[in-house]
């Protein structure tokens, strides 16, 4: 088992949320604490960068889910950045992949949003919760 890892930078108006490793069901709460953390320190607009993600389980998905309507309630948007092998294929067969907000890279979403997209609450050289 790859243990989790994420690590948070700002980007422009996003907070961008690397994380690495596998998320499963006892990953899942630090996966949803950290997230949890940027949305109410940096604003809804976030990214969740997956290149590095090699397993997502169903707690790991329902985490997803969960922050999708958590940003979208709060004016913003959850985008997933690179997934691939095995994370990808099970965005696919759950269909998350057209429900969800998926893009290639940082840059993709860059060029995505919407000119009403506020930036972060806070300065660039803060992080949320010492992330």
Known sequence: MAELWLS??????????????????????DLR???LAVLCHLGP????DLTRVTFVDSSGLAVLVDFWRRARAA???????????AVARKLEVTGLDR????????????????ASCSGPHRSAGQEPGGA
Request: overall charge negative; proline content about 9%.
């Open 8 to 29: 948070t930078r700002l980007v422009g108006p996003l907070a961008v949320v690397l994380a690495g490793g596998e998320v499963d069901l006892g990953s899942s709460p």
């Open 33 to 35: 604490d950290h997230l």
């Open 45 to 48: 607009w976030l990214v969740l």
């Open 99 to 114: 429900r969800l907000a998926v893009c290639p890279d940082v840059d993709s979403v860059l060029e995505s949003l919407p």
């Open 75 to 85: 004016g913003g948007e959850l985008f997933l950045v690179g997934p691939s092998g």
